[in-house]
């Protein structure tokens, strides 16, 4: 099938996530400003993300559950507001503790309704299972080019305003999810046949038994985890790694923005190899292409270049776990209980993303550098791309119908 005959619900799943992550992944360039403005440490910007990422995994089971019984629709228009009011919110805050409930809540809960979990969800009951992972793919490069787009959006106002009003106007473009979100509904047998749809579990307790028993499920839970680790370490410290190193904010900026448009075709290149090969094998070449972007990264010397290569490099195998991962719940367990199974292997992967965060933060100002969370990020790849290795994926049997 080719994307152009992908149905309308993808385009506006895509559109929703380039502002939801294409704001979320510029987070890390408010660091400083932030952190100059309340006069803390880099560790407490670094909390707060990481308590948003938290509670970004915490809420995604249950949202993926609500999506499931009432619809992403819906779910997807709640989450909208929230976001617009955690940014809102923390523009005018006047505490900085202010920011766990603003920018960590509120964003992290408008973030769990409004990215990958609920609209990969939706996409999976309107696309035929043999196209998923390429589907899932294009929809992942959506979150990419918000990257992209955003991220020197994001630089140019803070150059010409302060970091308020740069929040201000973020918190104004996350309405017009809202509107996108009247575009994601889904029929209950929408890409799927009637058999396979039978053939199903039937409620949500028989779809968790079902995966809990499964021992890959927990491989790609543990592997998750670690992709979450890196994601959230890059994105909110390589501005200030590399600020460490002499560079100007714009060349963080390039940096970023080059992992969110190199990431656009890393993620659709990944996804389309996923519906060709083995998913274990595509997900451990990537974790193994991984290893060595980022030991090559902190081994060089770090320039410009070099900062504009890594972010090139690494934006290839980015996101690329995201429609691997999900296209393997989905071949395994089926598509009618996706937002809920892929919801908790979300959450596995935002406990990554916290300490990730936080961890980046609080070895820096331990230590006074970087160098050891790096290099336990090399290792954690190298680790990953082992584990996927014995998940059986051949999709679940089950003898008759669930009841």
Request: aromatic residues 16%; glycine residues 10%; proline residues 3%.
């Amino acid at each position: 099938m080719s994307i152009f005959r992908f149905p309308l619900l993808v385009w506006f799943g895509i559109a929703i996530l380039i502002f939801s992550l294409g704001i979320r992944q510029s987070f890390g360039i408010f660091m400083m400003p932030i952190s100059e403005t309340f006069n803390t440490g880099r560790e407490f910007f670094s909390l707060a993300i990481a308590f948003q990422n938290l509670l970004f995994g915490m809420f995604q089971p249950f949202v993926g559950m609500a999506a499931d019984c009432w619809g992403a629709h819906r779910v997807i228009s709640l989450g909208a507001l929230a976001y617009a009011a955690g940014l809102y919110l923390t523009s005018v805050a006047s505490q900085p503790e202010w920011l766990y409930l603003s920018l960590g809540a509120l964003v992290g809960l408008g973030l769990s309704c409004t990215s990958y979990v609920i609209v990969l969800g939706a996409v999976a009951k309107v696309v035929p299972a043999q196209h998923t992972a390429k589907a899932f793919g294009l929809t992942t490069a959506a979150g990419s080019f918000g990257m992209f787009a955003v991220i020197p959006g994001a630089e140019a106002l803070l150059s010409n305003f302060d970091w308020q009003t740069t929040l201000q106007v973020f918190a104004l473009a996350c309405s017009v999810m809202v509107a996108f979100a009247c575009f994601m509904k889904t029929s209950q047998s929408q890409g799927t046949t009637a058999k396979a749809a039978e053939n199903e579990p039937k409620t949500v307790k028989q779809a968790l038994q079902e995966a809990f028993a499964h021992k890959g499920y927990w491989l790609i839970h543990a592997g998750f985890f670690v992709c979450g680790f890196h994601v959230m370490f890059i994105a909110t410290h390589l501005p200030s790694y590399l600020a460490d190193k002499g560079l100007e904010a714009s060349s963080a900026a390039m940096a970023l923005a080059y992992v969110g448009v190199f990431n656009i075709f890393g993620s659709y290149f990944w996804g389309l190899m996923g519906d060709r090969y083995d998913k274990r094998y595509v997900m451990t070449a990537l974790y193994v292409a991984r290893t060595l972007v980022i030991a090559s990264f902190i081994t060089l010397p770090v320039t410009n270049s070099t900062a504009t290569l890594f972010g090139a490099a690494i934006g290839f195998c980015w996101l690329g776990t995201v429609p691997l991962t999900s296209g393997l719940v989905r071949q395994i367990f089926g598509a009618r209980y996706l937002s809920t199974l892929y919801g908790l292997v979300f959450l596995t992967h935002q406990v990554g993303s916290f300490l990730g965060a936080w961890a980046g933060g609080r070895i820096y100002d331990y230590y006074g550098t970087y160098e050891p969370i790096w290099w336990s990020t090399v290792v954690l790849a190298f680790l990953a791309a082992l584990l996927h290795l014995p998940i059986n994926t051949k999709p679940v049997i089950r003898l008759a119908p669930a009841i």
